[in-house]
């Protein structure tokens, strides 16, 4: 089993940044794609972006790309979503996910996080 557990969540202003964590136990990241999703109230999961668990190689959903950055620490076991020029509608419930490939499906994701709430105010 792999346990995931995200932080860095809050309430900020629209342009401020965020950067969560989400910090992987009992297996090794590093062996997975490490993606990050978001669901907002009243709406599906939403895929936000993606990390190769071998090349590093990073994909993100059209919507924050050039904003978000996705990076990844083995040694700590540990992946990041740092959140630039917040808006809005980035509102909602970041999660982390660990699967076997790259992918913006999240049935293709094997363990998820609990989440961390981010709100972005006007």
């Known amino acids: 089993q792999m346990q995931l557990v995200e932080s860095g969540g809050g309430l900020v202003q629209a342009g401020d940044s965020l950067r969560l964590s989400c910090a992987a136990s009992g297996r090794t990241l590093s062996r997975y794609a490490m993606g990050w999703f978001r669901q907002a109230p009243g709406k599906e999961r939403e895929f936000v972006g993606v990390i190769s668990g071998t090349t590093g190689t990073t994909y993100y959903a059209y919507s924050v790309k050039g904003r978000f950055t996705i990076s990844r620490d083995n040694a700590k076991n540990t992946v990041y979503l740092q959140m630039n020029s917040l808006k809005p509608e980035d509102t909602a419930v970041y999660y982390c996910?660990?699967?076997?490939?790259?992918?913006?499906?999240?049935?293709?994701?094997?363990?998820w996080g609990q989440g961390t709430q981010v709100t972005v105010s006007s």
């Open positions: 996910a660990a699967g076997s490939s790259t992918s913006n499906n999240i049935n293709a994701y094997d363990y």
